[in-house]
């Protein structure tokens, strides 16, 4: 079965920000914080301010959890919340994550077509004693492997490469604002975490609540892409093992016409 929050978000009169008690302050972003509201089931009031600017807007953004409801193995109720989100904040949102695929891809198909590279290698300054050194390293590893090694390096250099433009003060993040983070399958209690601390804290109070603070991987003041890789090592290694699969796919199609 499924439902929406079916809870109206409160209107604020146009120009204003919430203020006094329970309001969503102008905190200044912390990196590497999350704020964590703890309810019991939904949340009854949600405030019409963005999760992670704190400015007023009616645009929302769908999030979705899956709670286990006691003693129901075979059927799970789902259930989704809206949570407010500006345009601006959306987009630079969405700015980080093609960024992210299209380094990620770079790096795989440059490291595959790494012959293509060679050319390039000649024409630069020194650029024969260069290929003649790649040459050597490649006879000297295993089949394929000096291509896992360029895309990882790839990747690494186009992480450094492709920057942003600073957030302004009053963001709290350049990737997700909030996000349900713990639903125990023994009870109704949700989790919500946000990186806005002043949201978290009006949000908290509407619901009769409390904001905890805890740490978590927000470097929100990075400026190129490989500080916006919280798991840089598992990133490679997925560059790896497709290039490794990719290989013994080729290598299988090819192998009865080698030799």
Request: charged share 20%.
């Amino acid at each position: 079965m499924e439902r929406e929050n079916a809870n109206p978000m409160p209107q604020t009169p146009a120009g204003q920000t919430p203020t006094g008690q329970g309001g969503a302050p102008a905190a200044r972003r912390v990196p590497n914080r999350r704020w964590v509201v703890e309810l019991e089931g939904l949340p009854q009031v949600i405030p019409p301010y963005c999760t992670c600017c704190g400015l007023p807007t009616q645009e929302t953004e769908l999030l979705e959890y899956q709670p286990d409801q006691k003693g129901e193995k075979k059927e799970r109720r789902y259930e989704k919340i809206r949570l407010p989100l500006c345009p601006q904040c959306a987009a630079h949102r969405k700015k980080l994550r093609r960024a992210r695929k299209w380094c990620f891809w770079g790096a795989l198909l440059l490291g595959l077509f790494s012959p293509m590279l060679d050319y390039l290698i000649i024409l630069m300054p020194g650029g024969w004693g260069m290929y003649n050194a790649w040459l050597d390293f490649k006879e000297a590893v295993f089949f394929g492997f000096d291509q896992m090694i360029l895309g990882v390096l790839i990747y690494l250099l186009l992480g450094v490469l492709v920057r942003f433009a600073p957030l302004e003060p009053r963001h709290s993040t350049r990737g997700r604002s909030a996000w349900i983070s713990a639903q125990p399958a023994d009870s109704q209690k949700l989790e919500i975490s946000f990186t806005h601390p002043g949201y978290a804290r009006r949000f908290a109070w509407e619901n009769g609540a409390q904001a905890r603070e805890e740490g978590c991987c927000n470097p929100v003041e990075a400026r190129n892409l490989l500080g916006y890789t919280p798991r840089l090592g598992l990133t490679l290694f997925k560059i790896v093992a497709y290039m490794l699969l990719i290989a013994c796919v080729g290598l299988l199609v090819l192998w009865p016409f080698i030799g």
